[in-house]
């Protein structure tokens, strides 16, 4: 053997980008569009303020994306285990590209009305509630399953990177050229994705001899007799909604750190770069096998995280906990979403992203909310710190009670 072989491996493992043309094509076109999505997404925001001057219709926009991606989510998954996944990736994406086209044209012709950003951002979201769950499942038929975890760490990188570079270009770019540059841009970088997935050979789903047609219903009963992959959803479940301070980062900036605006964009900044880290430094986890006990610590390291960063008055030790925390998340999402392709059978992989869609747009929300509404009732540090406690129990019950869920050993996948 080889020092190399032998040596353990650090950063992200890029051996799907190697192996396989077709993953390396959706992951590079993908990555482009991501970024696209990041700049159009800051420009809205800011479109509409410019328009309004109020914050409440710039929080509007985000209410449009949030309830079609939770009604469209499920249905987009049970579309993705009904048609060649192929044919709806291009499809969803090219419609995705028309808005942004729309939008650009519209920003050209000096057409200025909220509603119509506010219907463009709806459609938007429906797009990518049926885009997303048909090129996840896609991943399993691409690579082989030992491949899956670094799949998945790449997969986190390029989502990251969308969220951190795009709107960081986008509000230069509205800057100097205008919004309607940055609608176009984000319509032409579709096009790496477009790309991508015509090369793509027929991604029909697996199905049975015999099989009934995929529905929403059969997709939520198959997850509600399958407890691994139940606890999942269960685990996020713990972190987003019961130990989310991201709601909290606006008073937290004043009342701990003495700070303004630029202090709360550096706390909503630290969990995205340290999730981003987390799948730049993700090479061992291909050696793990337990994926079931890596969500559990990795949404205890959370927990953890987010309660100790509740008791900081200093800013940077504050700011390195929550990238501590991002970089758990991503550890989480990782080995969650290779249980889901690897355990799951092929035709229901659709069904069950749709769930993690739901499961990943609304438990933030409610996450906020929940947050806000205890914050409000007691302080912000009960809010954090207390948040981040129950999560902690609130895992260990989980695994108490499920104890199955940390023996999941990926050579032996079981739902």
Not at 34 to 43: I, N, P, R, S
Not at 119 to 125: D, G, K, R, T
Request: net charge positive; with cysteine.
């Amino acid at each position: 053997m080889t020092d190399t072989a032998r040596r353990p491996r650090i950063f992200a493992d890029l051996t799907p980008l190697r192996t396989s043309v077709h993953y390396r094509r959706l992951w590079f076109g993908s990555t482009i569009s991501w970024v696209g999505q990041g700049m159009t997404a800051l420009a809205i925001s800011l479109q509409v303020y410019d328009i309004t001057r109020s914050t409440f219709a710039v929080g509007l926009v985000g209410l449009c994306s949030l309830v079609p991606l939770v009604a469209f989510g499920l249905y987009g998954g049970a579309i993705a285990d009904t048609v060649d996944r192929r044919k709806l990736g291009l499809v969803s994406a090219s419609g995705s590209a028309v808005l942004s086209a729309g939008l650009a044209v519209a920003a050209l012709a000096g057409y200025h009305r909220v509603w119509f950003l506010y219907a463009i951002v709806a459609l938007q979201a429906v797009c990518a509630a049926v885009n997303s769950p048909a090129r996840s499942a896609m991943i399993p038929r691409l690579l082989p399953p030992e491949q899956l975890p670094a799949a998945n760490a790449l997969s986190s990188m390029m989502v990251t990177s969308g969220t951190l570079i795009g709107p960081m270009l986008g509000g230069l770019i509205v800057g100097f050229a205008g919004y309607q540059t940055a609608y176009l841009i984000d319509a032409v970088a579709f096009s790496a994705s477009l790309y991508a997935m015509w090369r793509l050979p027929s991604m029909r789903p697996e199905r049975t001899a015999g099989a009934k047609k995929a529905s929403v219903l059969d997709g939520l009963r198959f997850l509600a007799t399958r407890p691994n992959l139940r606890m999942t959803f269960f685990s996020d479940f713990c972190a987003m909604i019961l130990a989310h301070p991201r709601a909290l980062f606006p008073a937290v900036a004043v009342l701990w750190y003495d700070g303004d605006a630029r202090t709360t964009g550096m706390l909503v900044a630290a969990p995205a770069l340290g999730a981003l880290l987390g799948g730049v430094f993700s090479g061992w986890q291909g050696r793990i096998r337990r994926h079931g006990l890596a969500i559990l610590l990795a949404v205890g390291a959370w927990g953890t995280a987010i309660a100790v960063f509740g008791l900081t008055r200093n800013l940077w030790l504050g700011l390195f906990f929550l990238a501590l925390a991002g970089a758990a998340d991503t550890v989480s999402m990782v080995f969650r979403n290779t249980m889901m392709q690897a355990a799951a059978p092929d035709e229901m992989r659709g069904r069950l992203q749709g769930v993690f869609i739901v499961v990943v747009a609304g438990g933030p929300r409610l996450g906020d909310f929940l947050a806000g509404s205890v914050a409000g009732l007691t302080s912000p540090t009960v809010a954090v710190t207390g948040g981040g406690i129950v999560c902690l129990l609130a895992v260990s019950l989980l695994a108490l009670r499920w104890r199955g869920f940390a023996r999941y050993d990926a050579r032996n996948p079981t739902a």
